[in-house]
């Protein structure tokens, strides 16, 4: 894993809803292309699609659980793909990112906000970039470095 890009990740997370939070009003949406993709200021009691409202013990406690698993994965297996490690530098990044909100704040910040899906933020980019990565390389490259190890025996 790449702990700059964690670090990159968080900072940048927590500054941009930092600046949000700083100058918008709660509920206030600036359009930036109009009835596409605004800046919305929305605080999110819950989890993707606001489900499982208030339930901040339960997110911060498998938030932490998850970093946990995969930098002890990491540890077990040091020798893991390049994407797989990206993969997971991304969705701890952002997992920091959100909870480090829930932590501090109770609820997660989002504001990017496309009127058609729901509003969101650079933490939530970064777990969805992790999680992506981590199925191209389970439906993609897998089979190729399984193939590889079966022809090394």
Do not use: C
């Not at 993709?37 to 499982?52: C, D, E, P, R, S």
């Not at 995969?70 to 793909?81: E, M, Q």
């Not at 997992?95 to 509003?119: S, T």
Request: aromatic residues 16%.
């Amino acid at each position: 894993m790449n702990y700059w890009i964690i670090l990159l990740i968080v900072l940048m997370d927590q500054i941009s809803k930092i600046i949000v939070q700083n100058h918008f009003a709660l509920g206030e949406s600036i359009p930036v292309i109009p009835n596409i993709f605004h800046l919305t200021y929305v605080q999110n009691v819950g989890a993707a699609f606001g489900i499982f409202k208030y339930q901040r013990n339960f997110f911060i406690f498998v938030t932490t659980a998850i970093i946990i698993g995969i930098f002890i994965f990491t540890l077990i297996w040091p020798k893991l793909h390049h994407v797989i490690l990206y993969s997971f530098t991304f969705i701890i990044g952002g997992a920091i990112g959100n909870l480090l909100d829930r932590i501090r704040l109770g609820y997660v910040i989002d504001f990017f906000d496309f009127q058609i899906w729901p509003v969101f933020n650079i933490a939530d980019i970064s777990i969805v970039a992790g999680t992506m990565l981590l199925a191209y390389y389970l439906i993609f490259l897998d089979k190729e470095d399984n193939a590889k190890d079966s022809n090394d025996s």
